[in-house]
């Protein structure tokens, strides 16, 4: 009782943004210095001297990818040349048992790479798992080769302008503002190789809310899902700083929370308890205010097929970005571990997937507030030595 009565105070009165000195500590709970990397690379100038593979990863390394893991690792030993690899410490082994989600992370990289490489006049040539496509999970060897070859021809993608306004939102969507569907149309026609469909009407975002939420419960309720992404969590700014990856959970409220014990993550991964509880209040906002749906689809599931998904999605969320619009993936019905089956038959089945086709992509959309950029670590990190 007690713990709820000092939640609602919080939640109710923001008594500890406000007595005493609160006020000037919570202004400094701002984890800048885990988005750093969007400044590094927005100071950068295309048309400077120098190698056009930094321009090139700096930009790259700001892509959309699964539970912010950002599993990309570049070996830059020949010049004009990047080895992509994937980072196999970086798995999510609950909820992406086959790494599928996690390809299709490094599909967003490898497409905003060759969008950043045009900026500087360069093409970017890519080969795609050189020494064989890895089953059932990614290891060691390369997920692509590129090669960086300049011409002066290279066209420059107008999607690219939205780069650094581009972020997952997770708030509360506008239920005022209806989504249209021939703005959605437009979006759609973003994608290169993958089918893009869309959902905007009443009944048909109703189903799709509810089967949504039912997968996350799902999620959220299975210990060992749950406990991935707990484990996964980042809570405060010093947390958020040392480790700019993960679900960030940053801003005074959530560090306030934490420092009266009310973030316990063995208390949120508990049904019984009101941390529990209270977090799935606030995650059902997400879904009640959902206003339209996107999805993305591909004839086959080879990582080659995984990769092409990840490039499309990455040109279909500027493009959404460009359409004045937000977006967040519901990704839990279409994940592939033993409680999730009935579920992700159930989505695909409402989504009319066709039986030579693996649903890759599924996110809300509405028109949310402005956020800011997600943490990252900084590029040299991401570098590594032959």
Known sequence: MTSRRKFMTILGGGVILAAGGIGAWATSRDPAGARKPWEAAKA????????????????????????????????????????????????????????????????????????????????????LFPEGEPQPMLDGRPVAHIRLVADSGVARDPLFAQVFARHTNREAYDTARPVSAQALDTIAAAARTARIAHATGGKEVATLRALSWEAMEIELRTYRTMKESVDLMRIGKAEIEANPDGISLGGPLNEGLDLLGLMDRQAMLDPNTMVFTEGMKAQKVQFDTAMGFLWLATPGNSRADQIAAGRDYLRMHLAVTEAGLALQPFSQALQEYDEMAGKYVEMRTALEIGDNETLQMLVRLGYGPGIRPAPRWPLETRIRSA
Not at 67 to 94: C, M
Not at 101 to 115: A, D, N, P
Request: glycine letters at 8%; charged letters at 25%.
């Open 44 to 127: 950068l100038d295309a048309g400077a001297k120098g190698d056009p593979r930094v321009f090139a990863l700096a930009h790259a390394i700001l892509a959309p990818n699964p539970h912010n893991r950002q599993p990309w690792v570049a070996e830059l030993s020949t010049p004009g040349e990047i080895k992509l690899y994937f980072d196999t410490a970086r798995r999510l082994p609950e909820t992406d048992p086959y790494d599928r989600q996690l390809t299709i992370g490094l599909g967003c990289f490898v497409e905003l790479l060759s969008m950043a490489a045009a900026e500087t006049g360069h093409r970017a040539e890519v080969s």
